[in-house]
């Protein structure tokens, strides 16, 4: 079942076309990638899926809602909920501080600690670092932290930006892992990255971002074959 739809959408910031014509879909349960390159326009989408940004055509529906003129808290409390690129924890506060402000919009506090230990249970190291400040983290266990605090907030998509950016290859390796777990639990995810072979290998569908528009679209196992995808994006 299609849960997100984009079709035709053109997005500007000011004078310049960030987005131009741009259409892809989401299934319910599955992991869809987003590649491109910088300024293809992948931020923008994420941007304007939590409505940071507004369309100037085209339509943005989740799961019933038009997401071009809904206002981004109530975009959240419906279950879409957006990890940004640089992670963006807050420095000063401990995981566990963290981890329980993705849990704002949720008036249940029984399912905001379910959760929180859910994310413990998914990435242990966190466990083991409750009480440590987020500024004190390496980047690896910075991104985990930003993953857990969506988590908490019971997402039923899941907006991954640039996920891996600035970490070693191991690192990556381990964040690629946690996200095929969050989605085999049963969350959809739609995730922006740069590191094509990464997020092939997890992914279930792909769509290449180019100028603002979609170019390529496929199963990502097809796409990692296809010669414009190895040439641009995987290498020689």
């Known amino acids: 079942m299609t849960t997100l739809e984009v079709q035709d959408v053109h997005v500007y910031y ?4 960030a987005l131009r014509q741009l259409s892809f879909t989401v299934e319910e349960g599955e992991i869809v990638c987003l590649l491109g390159n910088n300024g293809a326009g992948k931020s923008t989408t994420m941007n304007l899926l939590s409505g940071l940004v507004r369309p100037k055509s085209g339509s943005v529906r989740w799961n019933g809602m038009d997401l071009a003129t809904e206002k981004p808290w109530n975009i959240v409390s419906s ?4 990890v940004p690129e640089g992670r963006r924890i807050f420095s000063t506060m401990t995981v566990h501080e963290n981890l329980l402000l993705g849990g704002y919009t949720v008036r ?7 959760r929180i230990e859910q994310v413990y249970d998914l990435m242990p190291r966190l466990a083991e670092r ?4 987020g ?3 390496s980047g690896g266990e910075q991104q985990m932290v930003a993953i857990g605090r969506a988590i908490v907030g019971g997402p ?4 991954l930006d640039e996920p891996s950016m600035g970490l070693a290859p191991l690192v990556v390796k381990q964040v690629m892992e946690i996200i095929a777990a969050i989605n085999a639990q049963g969350t959809t995810v739609l995730l922006v990255e740069q590191n094509a072979r990464a997020a092939l290998k997890i992914a279930h569908r792909a769509y290449v971002v180019e100028t ?7 199963p990502a196992s097809e796409l990692a074959r296809d010669a414009r995808v190895v040439e641009a994006y995987l290498g020689a």
């Open 156 to 159: 039923k998509l899941l907006l």
């Open 108 to 114: 249940d506090n029984r399912a905001v600690d379910e």
């Open 14 to 17: 000011g004078r310049v076309h």
């Open 79 to 82: 279950g879409l909920i957006h």
């Open 212 to 218: 603002g528009r979609t170019t390529l679209s496929g």
């Open 130 to 133: 409750r009480r440590q400040q």
């Open 135 to 137: 500024g004190t983290l």
